[in-house]
Every structure is written in structure tokens, then in C-alpha cells.
């Protein structure tokens, strides 16, 4: 049976305000990343790496093996670090509290890492041509001059992202990407708990029931329940799937 499509529409990120400390602070992520031992060749500023966009009429696959969930995770974070360009270009951002506008360019920094990380170790360890290629977003139901839809979206959005990294990572084969994957996960839950703590109200949110077992382990799900998940939100528009994933 074949697997469920995701739809993801066009909203270009906007280079961020402070441009070249960002784009340093990027380029010390890749090379923090790289400690890894993966062959990563960093944050560059060059389209080597770039995919060709998909002909029309046809579809990319996700691939299979660790190239398939590399390209998984890539897609997550393209969509978490467009959404948080949005969010750094809309009138909330812009006036929020200081504790909260730190925690959103933070959140925004990291992601933008992560999705160029991700780019660049697929990029080093397949075939131009099996690099997921740039996605398309559609945030138009987001109204990023709100508080409460922001922070609402955002919520949704990491605690996503640890339950994708927490259901994915018994996928990986390879040790290396393993170890990132647990590292990056990390980060996201630190996130999560971030958002839920300013933006719910109880005291224990940040580590609610809702997404802690009763084993007190963080909520894991497997690939298709979260691209399902993510494509019920409307905001993917380019069309992938993702038919030959491990299971």
C-alpha cells in the first residue's frame, strides 16, 4: 500500500536582520557539528550542494536507509526553521518581552543549524540527486502579530520534532548519525519545554503528561504518523512521500 503524501506552499525566508553575525554564528554550528566525525563540508555559502528542482509531474521520495530518515529529518527542519524566519519578521517578535524574544531567536538559530547540517551531511554521504530539495511552506493560517498563534504553533511544532527524532532514531544504522540525532533531539526538547513554559500556564507544562509516559519518557512516534501529523497542518506544499523508509 503505498504510504501517505505530504503537501508542503511558498513563503521565501527572509534574511534575518543581523545578517552577517548570524551567518557566523551558522558557520561556527557547522564546524561545532563536524566534531562529529562526519564528513560535513559546513554552513557554506556556495549551491554546490544544491538539489535541481523536481521536474514537473514528478515527486521525490525521501529515499531509503539513513539517507531516507536524514532526508525526514531535513524536511522537519526546514519547516521549523521557516517557521521561525516568520516568526522574527512578524509585529509579535517584534514586540514581545525580552525573555521571549531571546528564546525565539535562539529557537530560531538552532533550527536554522540543523537544517543546514542536515543538508550537508546528506549532501557528503549520497548522490546530489537523493538530497531532499528546498521545500515550500504556506504559514498563511499562522497570524504572526499574535501571541497566542505563534506560541500555539511553535508548541506544536517542537514537541513534533522530539516525538519525530525519539520515534526515528532506532531507524539509523549508522553510529555517527545515531549520536547526532540523540544530540539534536536534546535540543529540541529544550525547545519544547521552553515554548510550554512561557506559554502554558501551569508550572509543570514544560514537562506535561501529554507528552511525558508514565515511564517518564519523552512521546516517540514513527515517520508516517508524523508526516501524516504535519501534513494535516497544512503548512508543507511541496509534494514528497515517502515509500521506502525502514519501518
Not at 30 to 55: E, I, K
Not at 210 to 231: F, H, M, R, Y
Request: net charge negative; hydrophobic share 40%; with cysteine.
Amino acid at each position: 500500500m503505498e504510504k501517505p503524501r505530504i503537501k508542503v506552499d511558498a513563503v521565501t525566508a527572509k534574511p534575518s536582520k543581523n545578517s552577517n553575525s548570524r551567518r557566523k554564528f551558522l558557520k561556527m554550528g557547522g564546524l561545532a557539528m563536524a566534531g562529529s566525525g562526519l564528513l560535513l563540508y559546513g554552513c557554506s555559502d556556495d549551491d554546490d550542494m544544491n538539489p535541481d528542482p523536481m521536474p514537473p509531474g514528478e515527486v521525490f521520495d525521501l529515499g531509503s536507509g539513513d539517507v531516507g530518515i536524514l532526508n525526514y529529518a531535513y524536511a522537519l527542519e526546514q519547516l521549523e526553521a521557516a517557521f521561525y524566519t516568520n516568526v522574527l519578521d512578524g509585529s509579535y517578535w517584534a514586540g514581545a518581552n525580552a525573555e521571549e524574544k531571546r528564546i525565539l531567536e535562539d529557537l530560531y538559530d538552532h533550527e536554522v543549524i540543523h537544517r543546514e547540517f542536515f543538508k550537508a551531511a546528506i549532501g557528503a554521504n549520497a548522490e546530489v540527486s537523493q538530497v531532499l530539495p528546498e521545500l515550500e511552506f504556506d504559514f498563511s493560517s499562522v497570524n504572526f502579530a499574535d501571541r497566542d498563534s505563534v506560541l500555539g504553533t511553535a508548541r506544536v511544532l517542537e514537541d513534533t520534532g522530539v516525538a519525530a527524532y525519539n520515534g526515528a532514531g532506532r531507524l539509523l544504522q549508522t553510529p555517527d548519525f545515531l549520536v547526532i540525532a540523540g544530540k539534536i533531539v536534546s535540543v529540541e526538547a529544550r525547545h519544547a519545554a521552553a515554548i510550554r513554559s512561557i506559554y502554558l500556564e501551569s508550572d509543570t507544562a514544560f514537562a506535561g503528561d501529554d507528552i511525558i509516559d508514565s515511564n517518564g519518557l519523552d512521546l516517540a512516534k514513527d515517520p508516517q504518523t508524523i508526516l501524516s501529523e504535519v501534513g494535516n497542518t497544512g503548512f508543507v506544499v511541496t509534494e514528497f512521500t515517502a515509500n521506502n523508509l525502514p519501518q
